[in-house]
């Protein structure tokens, strides 16, 4: 065990603690950890808009390379701030308007491409007892039509539809199980890439095992 | 009414228009306008970020100004927030600086801990929520049991029948199979329903319909 | 009667256990298990190995755009998986354009790729291109998808994207052979939506195991070559390349965890149900 030296990896280890106490309850470090990391992002969001937008994507095209047309798109995003003067926050809503209008028109074609006519063909799968993978896809067919039934509240369940419904209802229940099963994982792994910062990177113990 | 509500529309509408109909046109000047206006929006997402710094400093500093309960935190998150901006403008932002350090551990080491809690919090709901109250519910947990077990290396030791019986399916095999088959089909409806719904809710902009994304009068 | 009072008080007691006893308790199974590591295999998935063949297949003229668009409240899980795949790509010798789509991810992996380009000697602007971050998600998408040096101007470190050695036969979708968006949101659909559909780009998505479940719809319909999913994801891609790293050394901690969780439902379950009982008697 060699515990560092570097000054930095033991500040991060203070506010790990800091924030670790507030298990036990709510508490001054716990305070003090939560502001400044709302301070120490608003800094680096600032410098890292900068360098890597502001002066690539406008400064430079403007000022030096002479594309004046980019004025327009700034005046339009300088609108976007008078949303905190209620006066003339109504200014906001055409930047808002011109590029929701335009995020919209994109998405439509694109939505029903990505998330619906090749989700929808993926569906249209060979049906059939001859071997495994076809049962799979019997299942798989029916779940899916089953949950979509599911899902389609304009009609009552009642009677052959609301039994397909209620079968929905279960493939829905092993769905969110297996993502619940899935979560558990990621919740884990976020202590335990914690403990290794503390354990390899602090106190210098070799887990490599 | 007409500067403040029409015209925003009618530049929602029209904008919606073009750009749903520009996917269809393979035209080489129809490619163009369409570059030409994703470095416009990008410039406009540039300039429209620096709203949520001002909003940060004006409700920090209205904390502060009126002394507002646990006003020094505010004032400490104002003070840390010029202190990384001037690091990164001064010295750089190469590993080894300052402001890579304060980022990689300050704000990785609190912005990690704090979502790490989210371990402890999923354990507790874990020993005291969680019950099977009804089939459907049983069904759930069994579900995430095989595939808590079939996600980690121990679910395969688990699987002692598997040496005796080879061809029967481990929990490995059980919880892939929840996966790819029950689970994938009920996240597919989901899919399409979420695609129908980013669609419809495009739409209803374009037309007009949905409005409050404008925010209020 | 007495009998069953004392027993209804123990299993009231033991579901009412205070919470922080639990919180120990998870701690603990998280913390022992790097002390005394069990060094079990960890059986790769079939959507892993199709990324890692992928990958593998690749040439020294062929590049991968890798997307780091994760911030730290995700790290664990996603910066081991970016590590591995950025080293196998180096240890292949394919070119790698390193970029993210949110701010806070050029921090996280820059000191990543650093350590990881002198492992493998390999030079920024040469064999890899660390272009950093830009405003703007599925516009830069479209915009890299047609132009990758009118997306990112410059690279991290300013340099003119145009003047890399390693851009020079890369300009937009037509040279790129595989996006790998690590992300811990839907982001992936994103990718997909914008760079898969319109210009038929591979992309293999690496998600947090929040998101893993929702992918298997795409990897069925074949819209994503593969996928890694969770830290389980990482260390599966680890024990491929032969690199054994945070994510590996993680499992053995998740192994006991999980053992934990499952212990507290079924225990917690029992109580429920014993308590119910004893309540109609």
Partial sequence: ?209 | MLWKKQIPLAIAFIMGLIFGIQYFVPHRISDQFFQGYLDWGIVIGIFGSMLGFISFYRAHGMRVKKKAPAWPYSLIAIAVSIFMALAGFIQGRETGTIYSNMYFYVLVSIEGTMFSLLAFYISSAAYRAFRARSAQATALLIAAIVVMLGRVPLGEQLSFWSNIWPSLPSITNISDWILNVPNMAAKRSMELGIGLGIMMLSLKIVLGIERSYMGSD | MAKQQQEKSFWQKLIGIDRRVIYLIIALAMILPFFFQMGLPIPVTDEVKRVYDYVEGLTPTDCVVLSADFSPSVAPELSPMFEAVFRHCLKNKVKVLVISLLPQGPGLVEPVVQQAARDHRATNGVDYAFLGYQYGFSLVIMRMMENIEAAFPNDYYGTKTSDLPVMKNIHNYEEIDLIVSLTGSSNHRVWLTYAHEPYNVPVAPGVTAVIAADVYPYLQSKQFIGMLGGLKGAAEYETLIEEKKMASMGMEAQNWAHIVIILFIIIGNIGFFAIKRQERA
């Avoid at chain 1, 995003?77 to 008078?82: E, L, T």
């Avoid at chain 1, 539809?161 to 976020?190: D, E, H, N, P, Q």
Wanted: proline residues 3%; positive net charge; hydrophobic residues 55%.
């Fill in chain 1, 1 to 209: 065990m060699e515990l560092s030296t570097n000054l930095w990896i033991w500040l991060g280890v203070f506010f790990t603690f800091s924030v670790l106490s507030f298990l036990y309850k709510d508490n001054p470090f716990y305070k003090l950890a939560e502001h400044v990391t709302v301070g120490v992002s608003i800094g680096y969001i600032i410098v890292l808009n900068y360098y890597q937008a502001l002066q690539p994507k406008f400064l430079v095209p403007v000022f030096q390379e002479g594309k004046l047309v980019l004025l327009i798109p700034a005046l339009l995003g300088i609108f976007m701030v008078f949303r905190i003067i209620p006066k003339y926050s109504w200014l906001s809503r055409y930047a808002i308007c011109f590029t929701v209008g335009a995020g919209s028109g994109m998405a439509i074609p694109r939505s029903m491409q990505a998330s619906v006519l090749r989700q929808l063909e993926a569906t249209m799968l060979n049906l059939g007892f001859g071997s495994t993978a076809e049962i799979n896809n019997i299942v798989i067919f029916i779940g899916v039509l089953s949950v979509l039934i599911y899902f389609f509240f304009s009609k009552e369940h009642k009677g052959v539809f609301g039994g397909v419904a209620k079968l929905g209802i279960w493939f829905l229940m092993v769905g969110f199980g297996a993502t619940f099963g899935y979560t558990v994982m990621a919740r884990l792994s976020l202590f335990i890439g914690r403990v290794l910062f503390v354990l390899q990177d602090a106190l210098g113990i070799n887990l490599a095992g």
